[in-house]
Each structure stands twice: as structure tokens, then as C-alpha cells.
């Protein structure tokens, strides 16, 4: 069964760091396109960044969200994307979701599969 799984959410202070890990099961990540986004209260889905699989050359793109203090990276031994966010701010705090395709979507979000998400609360 597909399944993706974020984890490494919690609540950190302005300016603090994070580092997301979304793993899968019944999909190897280095074959897809794996992108995050995230979901504010009251506020729309958006993209904050994605990797392209394998052959793809793994490349990244990041959204407006995701410019700055985040980058996105595979360990593809462990079958992982991660998403190390540094220098948070509070308008950053969301829900972040995860989603993998077989077809890299870039930002777009017509991504197959979804996390759950984790939620990530940056205090003043």
C-alpha cells in the first residue's frame, strides 16, 4: 500500500531551524517526484518546493514560500525527502504535506499521493 509519512514538525522559536522527513512505503522516492506544501489557517495550499526523481537529474524548484532558509533534499538509501527550514518565521507556521508522483509535477498539486501532513508553529 502507498503511503507517505511526514514527520519532524513541532513548535520553535523565531529564527529556529526544523528539518521535515517524509518517508515512504510501497513507492521508492528516487523514482518520483517529491514535492512540499503547506496549508496556513485561512489560507490556501501553496507550494514550497519539489525534487524531480532520479532521472530527472534531481532537480529542485522552489516556490516563493520556500525561498530563503529552506532546501530540499533525497537520502535515497533511506527512501526519505527531507526539508531543512532554517531562520523561521511566525507567518511560516502551517500544516506541511508531503506528495510523490511516478510524473514530476513540479509545484503543481495534482500529486497521486499525500501525506497527512505535520504541523509546524513558529512562536515569537
Known amino acids: 500500500q502507498l503511503q507517505l509519512v511526514e514527520s519532524g514538525g513541532g513548535s520553535v522559536q523565531f529564527g529556529g531551524n526544523l528539518r521535515l522527513s517524509c518517508s515512504a512505503s510501497?513507492?521508492?522516492?528516487?523514482?518520483?517526484?517529491v514535492a512540499w506544501f503547506r496549508q496556513a489557517p485561512g489560507k490556501e495550499r501553496e507550494g514550497v518546493s519539489a525534487?524531480?526523481?532520479?532521472?530527472?537529474?534531481?532537480?529542485?524548484v522552489y516556490g516563493d514560500s520556500g525561498k530563503g532558509g529552506f532546501t530540499i533534499s533525497r537520502d535515497n538509501a533511506k527512501n526519505i525527502v527531507y526539508l531543512q527550514m532554517n531562520d523561521l518565521k511566525p507567518e511560516e507556521t502551517a500544516v506541511y504535506y508531503c506528495?510523490?508522483?511516478?510524473?514530476?509535477?513540479?509545484?503543481?498539486?495534482?500529486?497521486?499521493?499525500w501525506g497527512r501532513g505535520t504541523q509546524v508553529t513558529v512562536t515569537i
Open positions: 506528495a510523490a508522483d511516478h510524473d514530476y509535477r513540479g509545484l503543481n498539486q495534482h500529486y497521486d499521493c
Open positions: 525534487i524531480s526523481d532520479v532521472r530527472g537529474g534531481a532537480s529542485v
Open positions: 510501497g513507492l521508492a522516492l528516487d523514482d518520483a517526484g
